[in-house]
């Protein structure tokens, strides 16, 4: 009897330990930067993510070249000027949840989070932090957020000529919607 | 105006007008049309995520930049909420798909799931999949 019953503790926690990850290959993040000179929007639909429901650990990958401009100068300018993206094809952001408990994953609804970890873009690493918002639906989890970072502060130089061009602070949207890991 | 001086205004004129329809043009194209450009690499969606299975580096390095002309079978298709289309390709392995990112509309009927399709695209990088960029629909 006992031998049953560990076996069946076991298999349930192989059950739900696959049942803890989320994924999503399809995410999005866009960035925009407003002056009074012009707009400049950028989209990325190609982010790779994985959430996991039961530590709140929270990735994301993402390719520089998807960054898809409305301009394809400015695209070009974008990879090979300031992001030097043959360089550094990659930015990633690696965190957690901060107040995971707050989020009740078996409860349809939105909830307030707060992320925190290391965003790592241009060959520099910054500790990030930004507010967000996990909305728990039937058979998924979507997750969004929107937060500003400056382009100095991963060594994107930008030259002086259009300096004024480009905002001092970037407004980025992060929208993702996972899907359960086995369901890809 | 004495002659010379009137012929090198023109000059300097017409050069000056060349100039500025040149930055235009720069300025205002468009992404390149893949399906009026050769590709350099042509193969099956199976090879090439073998290729990647066996040595990332490698691979992303021999791909970066290059036009890739990939066959496989339909995995799905998707579209997102700004139009941009995106068709997934299989490759054998569960895991490591190749995505082809249409900028242009795409008609979702030459798309079934597991039709054998044709699509040349700009090898943007590797994340978990081989994501391919400004695709066009060969066959």
């Known amino acids: 009897m006992k031998r049953i019953l560990l076996l069946l503790a076991i298999s349930f926690f192989f059950i739900e330990a696959g049942a803890q990850k989320y994924m999503t290959k399809t995410g999005y993040i866009g960035f925009y930067s407003h002056t009074p000179i012009e707009d400049i929007k950028a989209d990325n639909n190609q982010v790779a993510g994985i959430l996991d429901i039961s530590t709140g650990e929270i990735v994301f990958q993402v390719l520089i070249k998807s960054f898809h401009f409305e301009k394809t100068l400015m695209e070009e300018h974008f990879n090979e000027n300031y992001m030097e993206s043959d360089k550094f094809p990659k930015s990633t952001f690696s965190g957690k949840i901060l107040n995971l408990s707050s989020v009740d994953f078996t409860k349809n609804g939105k909830y307030d989070v707060t992320v925190e970890g290391d965003l790592n873009m241009h060959n520099v690493t910054k500790k990030t932090t930004a507010k967000g918002v996990i909305e728990v639906i039937t058979g998924g989890i979507n997750a969004t957020s929107r937060f500003n970072i400056a382009p100095e502060e991963f060594k994107i130089t930008i030259p002086g000529i259009v300096r004024e061009n480009i905002a001092r602070s970037l407004e980025v949207t992060v929208k993702m919607n996972y899907l359960p890991l086995e369901k890809q | ?139």
């Open chain 2, 1 to 139: 105006m004495k002659k010379p001086v009137k012929i090198a205004l023109s000059v300097i004129f017409i050069i000056a007008l060349v100039g500025v329809i040149g930055a235009l043009y720069m300025f205002n194209k468009g992404h390149k049309d893949l399906s009026k450009v050769n590709p350099d690499f042509v193969i099956t969606s199976t090879d090439l995520v073998k290729e990647f299975e066996k040595d990332e580096a490698a691979a992303t390095a021999k791909y970066m930049n290059k036009i890739v002309e990939v066959i496989g079978p339909v995995h799905y298709l998707k579209v997102e909420e700004n139009k941009a289309t995106s068709v997934t390709l299989q490759t054998g392995n569960a895991a490591s798909l190749v995505i082809c990112s249409f900028s242009t509309g795409i008609d979702p009927e030459k798309f079934d799931v597991d039709k054998m399709s044709t699509i040349r695209g700009e090898f943007s990088g590797f994340l978990m999949d081989i994501l391919l960029n400004n695709c066009v629909l060969i066959k």
